[in-house]
C-alpha cells in the first residue's frame, strides 16, 4: 500500500493506536454577501439581522426597475479606495476564467460596466457581488460603533419602544461590529489562478439583478462557442472591511450557488 503523508498511525505499548490527520483545518466562518432580496430599509428597522424580504426593494432592485434591465448587483465596502490592476492581476483575472478566451475574460474590466467606471483595469471603488462568499475576522470598530448609534437616533421616530430598546441593547453590547474581510491584496505576492480557484473567498460569480430581484448570471461565450458564467478577483489594494450585522453567516460547510437566498 502506498503510503498517505496526510495521515500518521501512532501505535503504543499496550496495543493501542491513534491515526492522526495532517492539514485537516477547521472550517473557516463564511458569510454571504447578501442579494438585493434578502435587505430592507436598515435605517426602519428593530433587533438587526437580514431576512429574505421580496416585497421591499433594495437599491440595486431600484436601480433595475428604472430601467426595466438587469443591473450589476455590487455593493461598496471600506475604505472607499481604488485599485489599479497590474498585468499580473489582470492575467491572474484570465486564469480563473479557463473557459474564455484572454481577451472575452478582460471584458469584465471594460468601463462602466460595473467594476472599472473611469479607466480601464482600474476598480474605482472596493465592490463585492451580491452572492459573494467571503471570510476574515470581526473585530470592533468604534467609528463603526458610533455611526450606527447616529442612525438609530435619526430612526427613532415610528419605532416601538421596545424595538428602539432592544437595537440599543445590541448595539452598546456588540464585542464585534465589523469583518475584516480577506482579499487578494494588490501589493502581495500575487497567486497561481489554481490557488485562487481552490478557495471560494478570493473569487465571485459576476451577477446582476432583475426589476423583479431575481438573480442572473453574466455569460460570455467561451472558446468552445459555448456560452459560460465569469468570474471576478475579490481583490482590494488596502484592507476592507464591512458591518456585521449587514452580512448573513452562512451554516459551517455551507457554499452555495450565486443565486441561492434564505427562504425565510
Not at 450589476?72 to 472607499?80: G, R
Not at 492575467?91 to 480563473?96: A, E
Not at 448595539?171 to 471560494?200: C, E, F, R, W, Y
Request: aromatic share 8%; glycine share 8%.
Amino acid at each position: 500500500m502506498a503510503a498517505n503523508p496526510s495521515k500518521t498511525i501512532l501505535t503504543y505499548a499496550d496495543n493501542r493506536y491513534e491515526i492522526v490527520n495532517h492539514n485537516v483545518l477547521p472550517a473557516r466562518p463564511l458569510w454571504l454577501v447578501p442579494h438585493d432580496r434578502m435587505r430592507y430599509d436598515y435605517d426602519n428597522r428593530s433587533g438587526g439581522g437580514w431576512r429574505f424580504n421580496p416585497a421591499i426593494n433594495g437599491k440595486a432592485r431600484a436601480s433595475a426597475r428604472l430601467t426595466n434591465a438587469s443591473k450589476p448587483e455590487v455593493y461598496w465596502y471600506y475604505p472607499d479606495h481604488s485599485t489599479k490592476l497590474s498585468d499580473a492581476h489582470v492575467q491572474l483575472l484570465v486564469g480563473i476564467n479557463p473557459d474564455l478566451s484572454p481577451d472575452k475574460a478582460r471584458t469584465l474590466l471594460g468601463v462602466g460596466l460595473a467594476y472599472c467606471n473611469g479607466t480601464w483595469g482600474v476598480l474605482d471603488k472596493a465592490r463585492l457581488m451580491g452572492g459573494s462568499i467571503i471570510t476574515g475576522t470581526t473585530s470592533y470598530a468604534l467609528t463603526q460603533g458610533l455611526v450606527d448609534m447616529g442612525r438609530l437616533a435619526r430612526s427613532l421616530v415610528g419605532k416601538s419602544l421596545v424595538g428602539v430598546k432592544a437595537e440599543y441593547q445590541s448595539l452598546v453590547s456588540a464585542t464585534h461590529n465589523i469583518l475584516n474581510i480577506k482579499t487578494i491584496i494588490l501589493g502581495d505576492p500575487v497567486p497561481s489562478a489554481q490557488t485562487v480557484l481552490n478557495d471560494i473567498t478570493l473569487w465571485h460569480w459576476s451577477v446582476g439583478v432583475q426589476p423583479d430581484g431575481d438573480i442572473n448570471m453574466w455569460l460570455r461565450r467561451g472558446i468552445d462557442g459555448n456560452m459560460h458564467n465569469v468570474r471576478m478577483l475579490n481583490i482590494s489594494r488596502l484592507p476592507i472591511y464591512y458591518r456585521l450585522d449587514e452580512l448573513y453567516k452562512l451554516p459551517d460547510g455551507f457554499t452555495p450557488n450565486a443565486q441561492w437566498m434564505p427562504q425565510s
